[in-house]
């Protein structure tokens, strides 16, 4: 079972619309942490914004905002008056503290959300 | 500061054949990290490595190897080079395991 669901693969607005990338996740660790990653055509990725369990405050970074839900599981990404520079594929990751030597939090991503915003 | 870099950029090989990529960090974390990246897959973990020296296995280790002699390269071989493997690979690397990661531009490789 995957443990980031991006459950939409392609998004298509037209610009200055409102887009929500929808992240659910499944975790057994009360201390986890959640990312949003974007990789824009050019390829490279880039950070967007890191979450840890215990902050359910919503985050907004001018026309982004996420909205983390921890009885739903979700880690939701907003993105108001979309543009056509948003155009990129986006990644939800969930960091656990596996077994793993020294108990390292390593990553899971999801399998992105294409979105393509016209103009 | 260049932050991650991967070298080669492009690479074309034939079944069979063997290669390593190499990624340098610039940024003293301790922290690294090789994925693959698939249409519709997304990314995901072959190796990574806690510390210069080791390295522990990811989700989809089988046919890579890896190495950390120091602690600003990480290198990923394949031995014997199959069409499974062509993907585009990424490293990353981050300061603590729970921290952003910082990824590198890409290697896109393919095997014929």
């Known amino acids: 079972a995957q443990k980031v669901t991006q459950a939409q693969t392609e998004i298509s607005v037209v610009e200055k619309e409102d887009v929500t990338l929808d992240c659910v996740y499944e975790?057994?660790?009360?201390?986890?942490?959640l990312f949003w990653y974007k990789q824009p055509p050019s390829g490279e990725l880039v950070f967007l914004i890191r979450?840890?369990?215990?902050?359910?405050q919503n985050e907004i970074s001018g026309r982004y905002s996420w909205n983390f839900q921890k009885s739903t599981s979700s880690f939701n990404f907003t993105i108001t008056a979309s543009q056509v520079v948003d155009s990129a594929v986006y990644f939800c990751?969930?960091?656990?503290?596996?077994?793993?030597?020294?108990?390292?939090?390593?990553?899971?991503f999801g399998r992105g959300t294409s979105l393509i915003v016209h103009p | 500061n260049a932050g991650v870099t991967q070298t080669p950029k492009f690479r074309v090989l034939k079944t069979g054949q063997s290669m390593t990529l190499l990624c340098a960090q610039d940024?003293?974390?301790?922290?690294m990290y090789w994925y693959r990246q698939d249409p519709g897959m997304g990314l995901r973990l072959i190796h990574y490595?806690?510390?210069?020296?080791?390295?522990a296995k990811g989700e989809v280790p089988d046919g890579y190897n890896v190495s950390r002699l120091k602690k600003q390269n990480f290198l990923l071989g394949l031995e014997s080079a199959a069409p499974s493997q062509t993907s585009v690979y990424f490293c990353a690397s981050s300061d603590r395991d729970w921290d952003t990661q910082y990824f590198g531009p890409g290697t896109r490789l393919t095997v014929l």
């Open positions: 490595s806690v510390g210069e020296g080791t390295t």
């Open positions: 979450r840890n369990s215990f902050d359910e």
């Open positions: 990751a969930l960091s656990e503290a596996l077994p793993r030597p020294g108990g390292s939090y390593i990553p899971t």
């Open positions: 940024m003293n974390h301790e922290y």
């Open positions: 975790t057994r660790d009360t201390t986890y942490y």
